[in-house]
């Protein structure tokens, strides 16, 4: 199982951007389908983006957030643009073992968009 470290995250603006990365340790990326969950208070978790054989964004997301994997880095990365306060959340990376592995989670890193 890997182990997912998430260092990012903070404060930025309305129609800020910031980047989050998701870095494993342990095992390779390489054969993990990749993914990014965000939970607002009092909401429950939702999907946000993923990376496999192609990208899936949740429609509140596109066009503005881009989600990317570095293989050789063990890293995927959340690039977020034009962000909004309706971003603000504990966004959780994500892998889906190809394999048959247990799924990894992030412990989840704080996203604030100020209005």
């Known amino acids: 199982q890997v182990q997912l470290v998430e260092p990012g995250g903070g404060l930025v603006q309305a129609g800020g951007s910031l980047k989050l990365s998701c870095a494993a340790s342990?095992?390779?990326?390489?054969?993990?389908?990749l993914g990014w969950y965000r939970q607002a208070p009092g909401k429950q978790r939702e999907f946000v983006a993923a990376?496999?054989?192609?990208?899936y964004y949740t429609d509140t997301v596109k066009g503005r957030f881009t989600i990317s994997r570095d293989n050789d880095k063990n890293t995927v990365f959340l690039q977020m643009n034009s962000l909004k306060p309706e971003d603000t959340a504990i966004y959780y990376c994500?892998?889906?073992?190809?394999?048959?592995?247990?799924?990894?989670w992030g412990q989840g890193t704080q996203v604030t968009v100020a209005s």
């Open positions: 994500h892998a889906h073992s190809t394999l048959g592995r247990p799924d990894c």
């Open positions: 342990g095992r390779s990326f390489s054969h993990y389908d």
């Open positions: 990376i496999g054989g192609t990208t």
